[in-house]
């Protein structure tokens, strides 16, 4: 299996733009989980997916975030607008089974808002 | 409140040294990660407990629910185990806290 896949790796957009993250969770695994990570807070969960179910969005910041499972390999964080303080890793992991179970992480991508 | 506090921040050792990395948490839990974030950035899963102690290669992981402390170790450490470690913790049904990390460094 090729892991977890995301694209971009690298984005540099200007503030008010739009940005998509994308992710493609291992094949099979129930659970996909949205992290942000940043010098000052370190990493965060985002929101987490059940069964393409969005299940804890608690963590999502503010409603310029969103994101969608619309299908079992597939998912978007979307930024919009986008502003600076959004610079950050985000970084999307899947596991199977359970929220507990290990998480198989992404390479992430590095989001410059300027 | 739930928190998860780590130790050390930083930690430099010369290689073949055993090192030994600390989590600590407020209250009780579901279950506790020890992950890897190499200097590239990529991260990776190194074990999942709940209880007891766990082994893969080098690294040892162990969890003592009543003292609610984790620890993580490395024998005969390696420059190539230069990396941050970072504990998380899953307290019972709510999303995953992290700790804010251990910079390991190994010196030939």
């Known amino acids: 299996d090729a892991g977890v896949i995301q694209s971009p790796r690298h984005e540099v957009t200007e503030m008010g733009q739009e940005v998509t993250l994308r992710c493609k969770p291992i094949?099979?695994?129930?659970?996909l989980f949205w992290y942000r990570q940043t010098m000052m807070r370190g990493l965060e969960l985002l929101i987490y997916f059940n069964n393409n179910v969005p299940i804890d969005d608690s963590g999502m910041p503010e409603d310029r975030f969103s994101a969608k499972m619309p299908n079992a390999s597939f998912s978007t964080l979307k930024i919009q607008p986008s502003e600076p303080r959004d610079s950050a890793v985000y970084f999307c992991?899947?596991?199977?089974?359970?929220?507990?179970?290990?998480?198989?992480f992404g390479p992430g991508t590095r989001l410059t808002v300027l | 409140k739930n928190e998860v506090e780590q130790s050390p921040q930083n930690l430099t050792a010369q290689e073949g040294e055993f090192i030994t990395i600390n989590c600590s948490y407020s209250?009780?839990?579901?279950?506790l990660h020890w992950l890897q974030q190499h200097p590239g950035g990529g991260i990776v899963s190194l074990f999942m407990l709940s209880s007891g102690k766990k082994k893969h290669g080098r690294l040892i992981a162990t969890i003592n629910i009543q003292e609610k402390h984790s620890s993580l170790h490395i024998t005969a450490s390696h420059p190539r185990d230069s990396a941050v470690y970072i504990c998380a913790v899953l307290f019972g049904n709510e999303k995953l806290t992290f700790g804010t990390g251990t910079r390991l460094t190994i010196i030939p």
């Open positions: 094949s099979g695994h129930d659970y």
């Open positions: 209250v009780g839990i579901s279950a």
């Open positions: 992991a899947s596991s199977l089974g359970s929220r507990a179970d290990t998480q198989y």
